[in-house]
């Protein structure tokens, strides 16, 4: 850890089990919104969650986000753009054809990345008349998320000034040379080596990329077992390269 994540990021002890959300939830745009963060922050976070929807590993992750960098704060957003409809964490890894089966219908169904990137904008608008002070954001994405992520921080006029992906979703070098602003990628050691280095590669903007080997896919959200101290520790490590990311580029 840097001197400087040691300064901007004091990440108060992780909850394994239990959890209690420090923010609440609100309707944006019409989409029930979970909120975390001072009302008045002048720099906000969208975090895209994974196919899992609300976990408490991953709200817990957005209040770390919020409150953790001693010198700024930040307002975090996770929306839920499944509408109340997440995939079944039963169905994952679909190591069987029921699975393979129920998890392929519900993505078609409802998980289909050009059918929510449209709802990005209009849900940032809405959180700026919710606090008028926010002058910039960062986005956060898990898995599926990432890809999320991954896609905007792509677009000719980016609506984020930086972007972080964990464990993410059908990594493409293509997006990666599309990349417009800086990119960190925390993968896990379910993600293929071949295709984060390509991912690495084909970035042309500030970029911290790095592979945690041992971590399952999802072990910053859903996925994370934080009974486990290892994956709890690891899980701590990625919230606070993220935050340093930020501090240092939002």
């Not at 990432?146 to 896609?151: P, R, T, V």
Request: glycine letters at 8%.
């Amino acid at each position: 850890m840097s001197k400087h994540s040691e300064a901007c990021c004091r990440i108060s002890p992780v909850v394994d089990e239990g959890y209690q959300p420090k923010g609440t939830y609100t309707e944006l745009n019409g989409t029930k919104t979970y909120v975390t963060g001072p009302a008045n922050a002048d720099r906000a976070i969208l975090s895209v969650y994974d196919i899992f929807g609300f976990f408490p590993q991953t709200i817990q992750g957005a209040d770390i986000l919020a409150d953790s960098d001693v010198e700024r704060k930040y307002q975090v957003y996770v929306p839920d753009f499944f509408e109340g409809n997440p995939a079944k964490i039963e169905w994952y890894p679909p190591t069987d054809d029921e699975k393979k089966a129920k998890l392929g219908k519900w993505f078609q169904d409802s998980a289909l990345w050009p059918n929510h990137l449209p709802k990005v904008r209009g849900l940032l608008e809405a959180a700026e008349k919710n606090n008028p002070s926010i002058k910039s954001w960062g986005i956060i994405g898990y898995c599926w998320g990432g890809k999320m992520a991954s896609i905007l921080a792509g677009h000719e006029e980016p609506l984020f000034k930086a972007a972080v992906q964990t464990s993410p979703a059908m990594i493409d070098a293509g997006d990666a040379a599309n990349v417009k602003i800086p990119m960190m990628l925390l993968a896990s050691g379910d993600e293929t080596g071949e295709e984060v280095k390509a991912y690495d590669d084909s970035l042309s903007v500030p970029k911290h990329v790095e592979i945690f080997d041992g971590q399952v896919h999802g072990f910053m959200s859903a996925r994370a077992d934080l009974k486990d101290s290892k994956v709890k520790a690891e899980y701590e490590r990625g919230y606070k390269l993220s935050l340093e990311f930020f501090h240092k580029h939002l």
